[in-house]
């Protein structure tokens, strides 16, 4: 098995290829929404697909079946992340390195999402 640091800079290298090379196909459409049918902006838009996500993961379980899930939900994170930052106008990261009040609601919601999952148990 390998070693938890090394788990944890593939998974990293394994969610930052797909964000760039998902932000290459869309156009950048997470964090410059087209807003042809949809008026939210980037950070509300994010917020609304990390609660599609979660709600995934509540009616689904955590499975082979909603494995992309996760990835989905931590790849939205960053982009939350990164949304927050450019729209406070923050060019270096380690401005912007505080955790945002989005970022602290979406972390409660899959607390309370997963309390909610052992209860059933």
């Keep these: 098995m390998k070693e ?3 788990l944890i800079k593939e998974v990293c290298k394994s969610v930052q290829k797909l964000l760039i090379q998902k932000n ?15 008026r939210l902006s980037a950070i509300d838009s994010i917020c609304a697909r990390i609660d599609d996500k979660l709600m995934r993961i509540q009616n689904k379980g955590i499975n082979d079946e909603t494995e992309d899930t996760i990835t989905d939900l931590i ?3 960053i982009l939350l992340k990164v949304a ?12 912007a390195i505080d955790i ?15 309390k909610k999952k052992k209860k059933k148990k």
């Design 84 to 95: 927050i930052i450019k729209e406070e106008g923050q060019s270096d990261y380690y401005e």
């Design 4 to 6: 938890t640091e090394s």
């Design 75 to 77: 790849g939205y994170l």
């Design 100 to 114: 945002d009040k989005s970022i602290l609601e979406a972390y409660d919601s899959v607390n309370y999402i997963f």
């Design 24 to 38: 290459k196909n869309y156009g950048d459409s997470a964090i410059s929404p087209s807003n042809i049918f949809c």
